[in-house]
């Protein structure tokens, strides 16, 4: 996985509340077992018509509005526990996506694959919507040692909760297994106090 300490960068706002898995990444793209190419169907029955034609009044088909970060409505990424939704999602770009509340599946599937979902209060939430909505060209930073979100130019910030293991793995660029191979001299060093 890539490191993750800060992030600069604009953001996508999609204000729609209990946007659940199967609007993330329908169930008829879940073919595929590699992560690559969710990123092309991530969204996929907003982004476009049933006729395959482009939905121009999409978020994401709105040329004003790009970035690594999605700021989405309360309740992200309920419904089923596909991790093609996280797939899907860093596929397409996104490094962060900022919520006031994610599912508890959706938000281990998110961290395991690098995507950082950042929870703040339903206020700042709506702060945050508004100004990304009135100024494409707001930049947010996301600081993942400080555990905080701002609106750079502003004194708009607040602080989110990680679990210390996740966040030691994105600081580190760290899988599961990479976590434990950075273990390795320890565990050999118990091992033998242990059999003395």
């Known amino acids: 996985m890539e490191k993750f300490i800060t992030l600069q960068s604009t953001a996508v706002p999609l204000a729609i ?14 073919k595929a077992t590699n992560r690559e190419g969710f ?28 970035g690594k970060i999605l700021v989405a409505g309360d309740n992200f990424g309920c419904g089923s526990s596909r991790e093609h939704a996280a ?3 860093a596929d397409y770009g996104f490094k962060v996506i900022v919520s006031s509340f994610f599912a508890d599946i959706f938000k281990g599937n998110a961290l ?7 929870q703040v209060s339903a206020a700042f939430l709506k702060v945050l919507l508004s100004e990304i909505t009135d100024n494409p ?30 966040k030691t793995c994105m600081i580190n660029g760290y899988d ?21």
């Open 87 to 89: 797939w899907a999602l």
């Open 137 to 166: 060209n707001t930049v947010l930073k996301v600081d993942l040692v400080e555990q905080s979100i701002s609106i750079e130019g502003t004194n708009f910030k607040e602080q989110f909760e990680i679990d210390a293991y996740k």
């Open 112 to 118: 395991n694959n690098g995507l950082l979902p950042v």
């Open 39 to 66: 990123g092309d169907n991530v969204f996929r029955d907003w982004r476009y018509h049933k006729d395959g034609s482009k939905n121009d009044s999409f978020v994401l088909n709105n040329g004003k509005y790009a």
């Open 176 to 196: 599961d297994i990479d976590f434990l191979l950075s273990k390795k001299d320890d565990i050999e060093r118990f091992e033998r106090n242990v059999v003395n």
């Open 17 to 30: 509340e209990n946007i659940d898995t199967d609007q993330i990444i329908p169930a008829r793209f879940l």
